[in-house]
């Protein structure tokens, strides 16, 4: 029999995961009529898109894994100080907005940057970093950072008693590496590249800005395309419904991966050092690493000390108020959601209802910005609603939805966790829900809730895809306060916003689930 | 009384069915042996309402406690581990034998002097043995004092002194308090403590 506190936890997430369900249906069902009744002018080349799109996410899948493994094999075998902080940093990559990225990038690599000043008293030059080039780049600082983050927490938690048993046998570093490290990274791996495909063929502001025209364009910034520059929504919607199909199909073997970032980095079991020449190697490779993926990160900061001329301009003032109110309200909302529909599944003992449950918030990862925000943008139409005025609550629906499957991931496993360890003691004590929650959850589950905040927050705060699609002369965030910026020429007010996304980001992505973690712990 | 007669369970999507037929006086302790699996756990579930049984009556004093929810049955019950929030105070554990309202000081203290742990209310139950774990769990099943004591083999994880000393706590306040005590456990030096004894298997409680 179920508990009456069991019951009074599935009602409020049946009534999420009801209410995300329908919405993405309603967004589906306003597309595809939108298709069927669409009259396109000049359809884009989708076949073309498709196979350069395939061409850039296959080559960001394969370098991202293969640095992301060399990376998190080069952490767990060395110890140093900062290792933590270096590992908290890395976590952070699956927050770093993309613009920033490839502003970066642009920052090291572009005509006028740090590479090319270097080099120009000795007469060369690199090539300039728009293209293929610069979006695998991008992807790569991103996505191998990401997979690292995920990857080395299996090589810091293995058993002690197996890296006795390997250490006994006096493994060779390849040895060691082939019967202990890759049997613990291989099950990962098959997800991983699923997710890091889906993030790369669904990129936006990395493509946007690298792309270099329509050449190596993604369906997003088709879509993109058909709605701000050709006012083409027949084609919109049309490239709307591949994206969403192909996302559908990716999607299945990316969720049989946990998406919960490791914040902070693991402990590990027993020391090993491996011989000097193989832990040079590593050090190498952190410091390429650091080159590389991490250069164009500093050079954003760096580029963003000169920001005196932003703060005297009142839009940007504006662009940072609604960027902060934006952020806040969607990491709130998508707490509130997760705790809703992770709580009811902690409850439900039947595994097709945990599934129901998850299910509708799960499908939003499939859903790209662009697109979710095309489905709103088109329900705004067809309500005879001006999106100048409804723009604002689009901005937080959508920062909240696309945070879901993450707060859901990271609240679910908390929850149920302690559901199975305290689930029937606080039947039996006769608990409230809101005893529950005060005495039981709330102390234990702080630091989740503060990361799911912070994701919440920071996947908001880089956003393009929502915005561009949203945003007028009225309503503007730093994401696309950046963009025109870009788009402008205004290298400096660029500079500046990108360097403070990127120290928002990470700051609330490394200050919020310790603040949290110490908040929940204070009242016990 | 509390009495089981023909209450039937089986999990979903097996074909094991259990049959439970048995009945526990005031301040008797009923022990249940059986082997690991053999539906031990199962039978306090049962009774504590954690699953549902597909037929058959339990009472206690002649009403029905089928209908009732986990949380509205008059049952206490202290199982292997876990039994205390490891993060609160040993205080604020026992004030949750009155979720619904305020538990004096005075009261609590009492509870932990009866089972030897004068003075450790502050700590947090983290900070614990195993044995003052129990006993603390012990202390909030005196504030509870609900009519039914489920045992889900309790003094397992003890070592040997400390378990010998539980089982004596245990036997007195039950007597105390007459309690209709369930002991399911598979270790003989558990189950000595107990009045009568059942054996489970085959699904069926036979007389040990």
């Not at chain 1, 506190?5 to 049946?14: E, T």
């Not at chain 1, 990160?297 to 963003?304: D, W, Y």
């Not at chain 1, 979710?372 to 001006?386: E, K, M, P, T, Y």
């Not at chain 2, 700590?123 to 005196?142: E, F, I, P, V």
Request: charged share 15%; with cysteine; aromatic share 8%.
């Amino acid at each position: 029999m179920l508990s009456r506190s069991a019951v009074q936890r599935l009602v409020p997430g049946g009534l999420v995961a009801a209410g995300g369900g329908t919405l993405l249906v309603t967004l589906l069902v306003l597309i595809a009529v939108s298709a069927a009744g669409g009259d396109s002018g000049r359809m884009p080349d989708i076949a073309r898109i498709l196979y350069v799109s395939s061409i850039q996410a296959g080559l960001s899948t394969i370098f991202s894994l293969i640095f992301g493994v060399a990376i998190a094999w080069a952490f767990n075998r060395l110890s140093f100080p900062g290792r933590n902080l270096s590992v908290g940093f890395l976590s952070a990559a699956l927050v770093t907005p993309g613009l920033v990225v490839a502003f970066g990038l642009i920052s090291v690599w572009g005509r006028a940057g740090w590479v090319n000043t270097l080099l120009a008293p000795f007469g060369l030059a690199v090539p300039p970093v728009f293209g293929l080039f610069g979006i695998v780049y991008a992807h790569i600082i991103l996505d191998a950072t990401f997979a690292a983050a995920l990857l080395l927490p299996r090589l810091d938690g293995l058993a002690a008693t197996r890296l006795r048993l390997g250490r006994s046998l006096n493994l060779t570093p390849w040895l060691r590496f082939r019967t202990l490290d890759w049997p613990a990274l291989r099950p990962a791996l098959p997800g991983l590249a699923a997710i890091i495909f889906l993030l790369s063929f669904t990129s936006f502001p990395i493509v946007l800005t690298l792309g270099g025209g329509p050449a190596n364009q993604t369906l997003e910034v088709a879509i993109y395309a058909a709605v701000r520059l050709d006012f083409d929504l027949g084609a919109a919607v049309r490239l709307a419904l591949v994206q969403l199909a192909i996302s559908a199909v990716l999607i299945i073997p990316a969720t049989a991966l946990s998406l919960v970032p490791p914040a902070g980095g693991g402990t590990r079991a027993l020391p090993w050092p491996e011989p000097r020449g193989v832990a040079r190697l590593a050090g190498l490779i952190l410091i390429a690493a650091g080159l590389f993926l991490g250069l164009p990160l500093v050079a954003v900061i760096v580029g963003g000390t000169g920001f005196g001329e932003v703060l005297g301009q009142q839009s940007f003032w504006n662009a940072t108020a609604t960027s902060l109110i934006v952020g806040i309200g969607a990491a709130l909302a998508a707490l509130v959601a997760g705790l809703a529909v992770a709580s009811a599944r902690s409850a439900a003992r039947n595994p097709i209802a945990g599934f129901a449950l998850s299910a509708p918030a799960y499908v939003y990862l499939a859903m790209p910005s662009v697109t979710l925000s095309l489905g709103f943008f088109l329900g705004a139409h067809r309500l005879g609603l001006n999106t100048g005025t409804i723009g604002f609550w689009v901005l937080i629906i959508a920062g909240a939805l696309l945070a879901l499957p993450y707060a859901v991931s990271t609240l679910t496993p908390a929850l149920t966790g302690i559901e199975g360890r305290y689930g029937r003691l606080a039947t039996s004590l006769r608990l409230s829900p809101l005893q529950r929650w005060r005495l039981i959850a709330w102390p234990l589950i702080g630091r989740e809730i503060g990361l799911v905040l912070a994701m919440g927050f920071c996947f908001s705060l880089g956003d393009l895809g929502v915005i561009s699609l949203f945003g007028s002369e009225n309503l503007s965030t730093l994401s696309s306060a950046m963009n025109r910026a870009l788009g402008a020429y205004r290298t400096d007010d660029a500079a500046a916003i990108s360097a403070l996304m990127l120290i928002l980001s990470i700051a609330v992505f490394v200050a919020l689930p310790r603040i949290f973690e110490r908040l929940s712990r204070a009242g016990t | 009384m509390l009495e089981l007669d023909g209450l039937r369970f089986a999990h979903p999507g097996q074909d094991r069915q259990y049959a439970f037929s048995l009945s526990v006086a005031p301040g008797e302790i009923l022990g249940i042996s059986g082997a690991s699996g053999a539906g031990k756990s199962t039978l306090l579930d049962l009774i504590a309402g954690f699953v549902t049984p597909l037929s058959g009556s339990l009472t206690l004093d002649g009403q029905s406690l089928v209908g009732l929810a986990p949380e509205q049955r008059p049952v206490a019950i202290l199982f292997q581990a876990d039994n205390l929030f490891d993060h609160l105070s040993i205080d604020r554990n026992l004030s949750l034998a009155r979720p619904h309202g305020r538990l004096p000081q005075d009261e609590r203290d009492s509870s932990l002097e009866a089972v030897g742990l004068a003075g450790l209310g502050r700590r947090r139950a983290s900070t614990l043995s195993g044995g003052q774990k129990q006993r603390a769990a012990l202390a909030r099943c005196l504030l509870l004092d609900r009519p039914v004591l489920l045992l889900d083999e309790p003094f397992s994880a003890l070592d040997v002194d400390t378990a010998d000393a539980m089982r004596e706590l245990v036997r007195k306040l039950v007597s105390a308090r007459n309690w209709h005590t369930l002991l399911v456990s598979h270790q003989e030096s558990d189950l000595a403590m107990s009045d009568r004894r059942l054996h489970l298997e085959a699904e069926r409680l036979q007389t040990g």
